[in-house]
């Protein structure tokens, strides 16, 4: 008995003296880069990003809503309000609406960069026109924000840029890197002038050092346990896919119903499959997160993140606690539409539902849709993806990459004290389209905890604008 509880004991102090040797040894993944203080806003610089809010240029669902007026005279303003720009850089329409610009660098040896932003907005929701506190396009500044539909997605990231080379220009700069700017025209409804873009530097063999678009933010309060200034850089993007289970089975009068009726046999379906969730995981993006954000936490935080061997499963129940980190280790799923029955006395023969999925990087459409119908169990139900369109989730980019290290670095020289990691992307953009171009794209937004995305009252704070041209500013200047 006393040598069984010996033994035990030391292998407790083992097992510590491991925990504690790997917590001790895991080291800051930070870069040192001293900050330089930003200038304040150049009033042009702040009327250019007001007027370019002022502009309609809206992705509805309903293509016969299109607007080409509000694209082309955003297209006039851009030429007037950058002159340099439009005389020092070739310039492309593709797809109609969609921009492509190309700066000469000095070194023709050097991969270019490509710098994306998106021009579209998406519309204000009827019924939400009366609660927006100022009028969506009137690009109004108060209490130290920037308002309007399309300030932080992507006019920010758009702007800034443009504005950013535009002073350089100015200033006879030329990079030593050829840089092109991409501003699709649709990446809220499916991304067309992205691809026509992509397409287009495909055709001509370019291949990119890296690829900057928009995506992670900065932020001083959303992750638990930073107390510094954290800025997400996107180095994967998770997959979409939707799925349509039919079940169809004898309709009838409902004053004799059938033992089972196609609506009770997809209902069952349904709890079948969110009652069995996609196994999680720490992989990918999430996982590289982890050991960047961990060296900067709290003692026992960093312990667990240290010692992934012991505490992974206590890692992913803990992201698994609220929606928005679950998405980042599973492969999520949830019933969006679903439709059965025209009147209250039919028991209806068809009955419908649409379940969306966001694919981790690693899990496949073609494996997910597999164990799908296992899930289900029930070959009544017909599963297929009647959209047709799918997309996978992306490969990572390396946190090791070239492309990553200029773009963790200008973050670090425009906004002090801050820290970076890499994180997997729920949402998709554009930049999705370009892995052919280059394997490591980068999503990033440099604005600090913008409020009202896609929703009401949408707007990004001046320190966000000031802090935006300074970092395209530096990341420009840092591409040799
Ligand atoms: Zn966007």
Redesign the pocket.
Same mark, same amino acid.
Do not use: L, R, Y
């Given at each position: 008995m006393k040598k069984l509880f010996i033994f035990l004991f030391a292998g407790f102090l083992l097992l510590a003296a491991a925990v504690l040797f790997n917590t001790f040894r895991m080291e800051s993944k930070q870069l040192q880069v001293n900050a330089l203080a930003a200038p304040e806003i150049a009033p042009q610089a702040l009327r250019h990003f007001q007027q370019a809010l002022g502009y309609k240029t809206i992705s509805n669902s309903d293509p016969s809503l299109f607007d080409s007026a509000q694209f082309r005279s955003f297209r006039k303003f851009l030429e007037t309000a950058y002159p340099n720009f439009h005389t020092k850089l070739m310039r492309e329409i593709v797809a109609d609406y969609s921009l492509l610009y190309k700066w000469e660098g000095k070194n023709p040896h050097l991969k270019p960069v490509i710098l994306m932003?998106?021009q579209d907005v998406v519309p204000i929701e009827e019924a939400t026109k009366s609660m927006w506190t100022v009028d969506p396009f009137a690009g109004e500044v108060k209490e130290g924000f920037i308002w309007g539909r399309g300030t932080a +997605? +992507?006019k920010i990231n758009l702007i800034s840029m443009v504005e950013a080379a535009e002073k350089l220009l100015s200033e006879n700069f030329q990079p030593e890197r050829t840089i092109y700017f991409s501003f699709g025209h649709d @990446?809220?409804i499916g991304g067309k002038g992205a691809i026509a873009a992509a397409t287009l530097l495909k055709s001509r063999n370019i291949e990119a050092e890296f690829v900057l678009d @928009?995506g992670g933010i900065i932020t001083l309060t959303k992750m638990p346990g930073i107390t510094k200034p954290l800025a997400l850089l996107g180095t994967s993007e998770k997959g979409y896919l939707s799925l349509e289970l039919t079940v169809e089975e004898v309709g009838g009068h409902s004053s004799m119903p059938a033992e089972e009726t196609s609506i009770d046999i997809l209902s069952k379906a349904l709890v079948n499959l969110r009652s069995r969730p996609f196994p999680s995981d720490l992989t990918g993006s999430t996982l590289e997160g982890t050991q960047y954000l961990g060296p900067e936490m709290p003692f026992v935080q960093k312990m667990a993140f240290a010692n992934q061997w012991l505490f992974k499963g206590i890692i992913i129940s803990k992201y698994e606690k609220s929606p928005q980190s679950a998405a980042m280790v599973r492969t999520t799923m949830v019933p969006t539409i679903i439709v059965a029955g025209v009147k209250d006395n039919v028991v209806p023969t068809v009955a419908k539902a649409t379940v969306n999925f966001r694919l981790l990087p690693g899990d496949l459409s073609a494996v997910v849709i597999e164990e799908v119908k296992r899930k289900i169990g029930d070959e009544r139900v017909k599963v297929e993806n009647r959209m047709g369109f799918i997309s996978e989730a992306t490969p990572v980019t390396s946190a090791e990459s070239e492309g990553y290290k200029i773009v963790d670095e200008s973050i670090k020289r425009s906004y002090p004290q801050t820290m970076t990691a890499p994180f997997l992307m729920i949402?998709a953009? +554009?930049s999705r389209f370009f892995r052919e171009i280059s394997p490591n794209i980068i999503k990033f937004s440099p604005m600090i905890d913008p409020i009202g995305f896609h929703g009401i009252d949408e707007r990004v704070s001046l320190e966000s604008y000031k802090t935006a041209l300074w970092f395209y500013e530096q990341l420009i200047r840092s591409t040799k």
């Open positions: 932003a998106h +997605d +992507d @990446e809220e @928009e949402g953009t +554009d």
